[in-house]
């Protein structure tokens, strides 16, 4: 019970829990090992002592020397095993915690992401776990143990002598009472300087990002400003959050530490009125200095845990998010793609409300409406990035959201406007759609898809580094490169965002060329802008408000009087002077 409540709190794996509680164990040991070695000097003195009160020969070194030795070698040999226990194997923890995000990101559905800011994630894989390590290693087994081993300690005490263990012990319980009554305050402290801590991350971010328009609009002084207001706001919250721990991690340490004043206070009394001998309160003071060091160190991790607690309900929100799972073999027959009745919303957004269409094999279907219609989301939703809400979408028979995206990935090619392209060469850009495709393929893909001609131009032709995102390319060029890739990967499903294509006026016909080679025999759903696209469709789905206004050929819509299809049409030939 104690364990599950400990795991759900700090986010532990299994493997954790068993090593806090083997820290917590060896701690025990630890102490109580420290304490015997209090033990062995307390004898030492009581004899020396007595040979100085009572008289009589000095007592012989060597059996205690021998002892002492003994103890030294135990001593170290706990400690060892504690460091092991504690530290050592909570390494090999976090860096399982850490694969096991990295798995769990890959598995998440891509809507999530969209809820979720890059520098929010990075925060949670790097800062979160980081705390958290420090945590899982110099916090929980050292306090769990410190807990067990003093309260052995103080049963002791008690029995050897209640008034004083209680003079000595007192103040334990009611420092830990302060810090545990703070612990709502430490948690909102935490809460507060984490959002601050975010907002300066994402303000770095942002500016970054968007460097280019902010030199280009002359708006570098108020980014500046605004970064440095956030800063400072974050190192106010910061500071306040310390603060306010430290005043009352110290308030209970002083208070723990009053125990030795009313211990001396309470031994005088019983020692001159005969109730003890003065040994035995030299024994208390020895002992209760080791029985405060621990929990001296543990007041300070209680405060660093209620903080960590912020930074361990992040990290459970990523493992609690249900994944996007299904089976690893589907298998589908043909490739129709069919939307029944489906429905889906960002956050609460209902973007399409009841779509149903079928995109067959061998095909091109075009997607068109008016901007915000649904056109990217179909699109989407047809690869599953997201889960549909209510209805399905089905790829030759087979309901999608029962096959791991993964696996059902590998049907796809996907050319969308958002080219993402990797900090590599050319050539490792193109590979990327197919693992493991020779060079010779990777070239005639880049061909096929019309890159020839601008990789060579590049200094070290496909061996170029194409710098972040393809910083060194032009809209046109990852685009090209982005065709390449689905042409390398050949899938039987294409989804193309058109938009793409037309980024690249200076070659269009060559562009259409490799387009219209990816496209052969596929089942495709573009998602149209170009009328001459929309034209050569053998289906248009006319999509308005999340809902499938007219579908059919482009034949049929034109034919139909008063149609969406047809006016829009017909507007578009207007003001962009295409014909039909
Ligand atoms: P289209 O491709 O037809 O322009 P989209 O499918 O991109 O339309 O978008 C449909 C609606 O959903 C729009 O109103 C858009 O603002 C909203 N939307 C799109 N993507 C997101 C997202 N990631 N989060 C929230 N809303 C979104």
Request: proline content about 2%; some cysteine.
């Amino acid at each position: 019970m104690l364990w599950k409540n400990l795991q759900q709190k700090y986010a532990l794996t299994d493997q954790g829990v068993k090593n806090v509680q083997r820290g917590a164990f060896w701690t025990v040991i630890v102490n109580i090992v420290v304490m015997g070695g209090m033990g062995i000097l307390y004898l030492l003195m009581e004899r020396y002592m007595d040979t100085l009160t009572i008289g009589g020969a000095l007592p012989k070194a060597l059996p205690y020397l021998a002892l002492l030795l003994g103890f030294l070698a135990l001593s170290l040999l706990t400690h060892l095993q504690q460091y092991r226990a504690t530290y050592g194997l909570v390494y090999g923890e976090v860096k399982a915690v850490r694969i096991g995000l990295a798995e769990r990101l890959r598995k998440l559905p891509l809507g999530w992401f969209g809820k979720r800011d890059l520098a929010d994630l990075t925060e949670t894989v790097m800062g979160d776990v980081n705390r958290l390590e420090h945590v899982w290693s110099h916090c929980l087994g050292y306090l769990y143990g410190s807990y067990v081993s003093t309260a052995i300690v103080a049963v002791c005490l008690f029995l050897y002598d209640w008034r004083l263990a209680l003079a000595c012990l007192w103040g334990v319980p009611v420092a830990f009472g302060l810090l545990f009554g703070s612990r709502k305050l430490a948690k909102q402290n935490s809460e507060r300087a984490k959002a601050a801590a975010l907002q300066v991350s994402d303000g770095i971010q942002e500016t970054l990002e968007s460097i280019r328009e902010i030199r280009a609009t002359n708006q570098e002084e108020r980014f500046l400003r605004e970064l440095n207001e956030k800063i400072d706001r974050s190192e106010r919250v910061q500071i306040r959050g310390e603060l306010s721990t430290g005043i009352f991690v110290n308030a209970a340490s002083v208070i723990m530490r009053l125990g030795v004043a009313t211990t001396i206070m309470v031994g005088t009394g019983l020692i001159l009125s005969g109730q003890i001998r003065f040994m035995l309160l030299f024994l208390f003071l020895l002992v209760i200095t080791r029985v405060y060091a621990p929990f001296d160190q543990a007041l300070a991790l209680i405060a660093e845990m209620f903080v960590s607690q912020v930074s361990a309900n992040r990290l459970l929100e990523i493992q609690k998010t249900r994944t996007a799972e299904g089976a690893e073999k589907f298998f589908p027959q043909g490739h129709d793609i069919e939307f029944r009745d489906v429905r889906f919303s960002y956050d609460d957004k209902e973007v399409l409300k009841g779509v149903s269409f079928t995109a067959k094999e061998g095909q091109v279907t075009a997607l068109v409406g008016p901007s915000g219609s649904g056109k990217s989301t179909c699109a989407r939703l047809a690869a599953r990035l997201w889960d549909v809400e209510g209805g399905s979408v089905l790829l030759g028979g087979v309901d999608i959201s029962t096959v791991d995206p993964e696996v059902l990935l590998t049907d796809y090619s996907m050319v969308f406007q958002d080219v993402v392209l990797f900090d590599d060469t050319v050539m490792e850009n193109i590979r990327l759609g197919r693992r493991g495709a020779t060079d010779e393929a990777v070239r005639s893909a880049a061909k096929a898809a019309n890159c020839d001609e601008f990789v060579e131009k590049l200094p070290h032709g496909y061996a170029t580094a194409i710098g972040e995102n393809g910083a060194k390319l032009s809209g046109g060029e990852r685009q090209r490169i982005s065709i390449a890739r689905a042409l390398l990967k050949d899938a039987p499903i294409v989804l193309l965002d058109e938009a793409t294509a037309s980024l690249d006026v200076e070659n269009e016909t060559e562009v259409q060329g490799a387009l219209s080679r990816l496209l052969a025999g596929k089942t495709v759903l573009v998602i149209a802008h170009r009328m001459r696209t929309v034209q050569n469709a053998d289906k248009i789905v006319v999509l308005s408000d999340g809902r499938v206004a007219e579908q059919g050929s482009p034949e049929e819509l034109m034919a139909k009087r008063n149609g969406v299809f047809a006016r829009m049409a017909q507007l578009q030939s207007v003001s962009t002077g295409w014909k039909l």
